[in-house]
């Protein structure tokens, strides 16, 4: 299928989920961060007619991160009529957070904490809203490697790129004229004060993980298990205890 024919398709998809909701929704609900997932994924939105919601929600953000968020809203408001842009910063809510949580503090549990502060505030919104959030991954993280945080942006209604690996997320970019500035910036999750890439948390490059993905004799293929399976708890279902008859 090419560029053109998925971007079709998939917004396509997504009005028709709305449309069969036993109760349709209002609005979709979206997170931006300035990258190419989120901006991909929120023009998809944009394109099915459906009012969308858009929301930057900087925590101690850097600077270069929240400028493309903030662009990629105005070009979103300038190209469709249906889209509502708001940022909602978020830097005196994870302060207060953290503070009532000092003694229990931990840079990693404080990174994801981030991203479930996130995940609270779009739901807030959509409930606002009549609407339904969307989400933002693809599947090398959603269901290659687990790249996400578990009830933080892996928490959403529907998925419509998580079937997209990276470089097709970037191909959609291009086809949906996505700013060249967010198509060229390093991945990267945001929730880290140093700013680190995806690439330089994940050790590969994303080329490498398709490539180990789909090849179970490809020299990055164990770095990709070890990967994995680390993260299987969030990819699979919650265990649940089952007491016999």
């Not at 069969?20 to 190419?36: C, D, E, F, Q, R």
């Not at 850097?62 to 903030?70: A, E, G, M, T, V």
């Not at 929730?191 to 590969?204: A, H, K, N, S, Y």
């Not at 004799?217 to 990819?235: D, L, T, V």
Request: charged letters at 25%; hydrophobic letters at 35%.
């Amino acid at each position: 299928m090419t560029p053109t024919e998925k971007v079709k398709f998939i917004s396509n998809w997504i009005k028709k989920y709305v449309d069969n909701m036993p109760t349709k929704a209002g609005s979709l609900v979206i997170g931006i961060s300035g990258g190419i997932d989120s901006s991909v994924s929120s023009t998809l939105c944009a394109m099915t007619g459906i009012k969308t919601i858009v929301l930057s929600m900087p925590i101690k953000q850097k600077p270069n991160q929240h400028d493309l968020s903030i662009k990629h809203q105005e070009w979103l408001v300038k190209n469709f009529k249906n889209v509502e842009a708001h940022t909602i910063n978020l830097d005196e809510l994870f302060l207060a957070f953290n503070a009532s949580l000092s003694k229990f503090d931990n840079e990693h549990g404080m990174a994801n904490s981030r991203a479930r502060l996130r995940m609270t505030t779009l739901y807030q919104v959509a409930a606002a809203n009549k609407g339904i959030v969307v989400g933002t991954g693809n599947k090398v993280e959603d269901f290659g490697v687990g790249f996400y945080t578990k009830y933080g942006d892996g928490g959403v209604d529907i998925s419509p790129i998580a079937d997209c690996n990276k470089t097709h997320v970037w191909e959609l970019g291009k086809e949906l004229g996505i700013l060249q500035e967010i198509i060229d910036a390093p991945p990267t999750d945001g929730l880290w004060d140093d700013g680190r890439t995806d690439e330089g948390q994940l050790g590969l490059k994303y080329n490498e993980l398709e490539e180990a993905m789909e090849n179970p004799n490809s020299p990055n293929r164990a770095k990709y298990e070890i990967i994995r399976k680390q993260n299987m708890h969030k990819m699979e279902p919650i265990p649940v205890c089952i007491i016999p008859n």
